[in-house]
Each structure stands twice: as C-alpha cells, then as structure tokens.
C-alpha cells in the first residue's frame, strides 16, 4: 500500500519542492547552453567578418581553415553536450533501500503493462521515491554544470585563439 498517507505534510512538501527545484535547475542549464551556444554561432561570424579583412597569407590558408573549423565547431559540440545527456547518462545510484519501486520517472522497460505500474505505485514508499528522484536528478544537474563549464572554457580558449590569429596576420607575423 502506498505510504504517501504516512508522511507529514511537511516532509512531502520539502521531497516535492526539492525535486522541483532540482528539476529547474536542469532545465536552466539546457537553457544557457542553448543561448550561450547561438551567442557563439554569432560571434564566429563577426570574427570570419574581421579575420577577411586581414591580409592574405597563401602559405597558411589550408592550416587557418582547418584551424578555424575546430575553433568553431568543438565549443558547439561542447554545448551540445550539455543538452543531450540522458537519463541514463547519469551516474547510476548504488541502493540498498528496499521498496524502491521507481515509479515517480515510468520506465516503459520496467512496467510495460498498466497494470504493473498501478501495483508498483501502490506498493511504493513515496519518501524513498522522491529521494531517489531527487538524488539521481542532481547528479544529472551535476553533470550539466561541469559539461557547461567545460564548454565555456573551451569556448573561452577558442576566443583568445582566434584573437591570437588574427593578431599575428594583421601584423603579418605569420608570413
């Protein structure tokens, strides 16, 4: 039988807004990293825009393009990645709790039938499974936040190497 009758107002509530809150959290870093990826998009093309007006260096021009291409492509791939993690991406959560039914997030692999997910959520302890929830939805936040850091700092490098170009060509150190 369900247990959710047994909890405290209070408990539920704290369980239910830190899910909540955990969930925001994910949601804002997709967010950023969806905004913060076209500010990038745009940015490379006021830098092309720049790095056209500098001289031209025949010698380089193959290395310059390649250059340019990963500059440009592997911070979008950065913030890409920080979108796209899966649930199970995240790291798996080693438990011991008995009664875990999982079945706040329905898996269809593990209740193909109606009917064995309405038994599952009968027999579910609430407070265990928003705890679980919530646990295994801040790991998946964690791993955006370090996915998103590592992509602005990818992003920031590929700035300072594109200036650095830049510099060199329009003072013709790269002849």
Not at 24 to 34: F, G, H, L, P, S
């Amino acid at each position: 039988m369900s247990e959710t009758r047994d909890m405290p107002p209070a408990t539920l509530s704290i369980l239910l807004s830190s899910l909540h809150d955990v969930q925001n959290a994910i949601r804002a870093y997709d967010t950023k990293a969806q905004v913060v990826s076209i500010g990038f998009i745009f940015s490379l093309g006021l830098i092309t825009t720049v790095g056209a007006l500098a001289p031209e260096i025949p010698r380089f021009t193959w290395a310059l393009v390649i250059f340019s291409w990963v500059l440009g492509v592997v911070p979008v791939m950065m913030f890409g990645y920080v979108l796209y993690p899966s649930r199970s991406m995240a790291p798996k959560l080693g438990t011991n709790v008995e009664n875990l039914q999982r079945s706040y997030y329905l898996l269809n692999e593990s209740y193909p039938v109606l009917d064995d997910f309405i038994a599952a959520f009968d027999q579910s302890d609430w407070k265990i499974e928003l705890a679980y929830e919530i646990q295994k939805s801040s790991l998946l936040r964690d791993m955006k936040r370090r996915r998103f850091v590592w992509a602005l700092r990818i992003a920031g490098l590929a700035y300072a190497l594109m200036f650095l170009v830049q510099l060199l060509r329009s003072v013709e150190l790269i002849s």
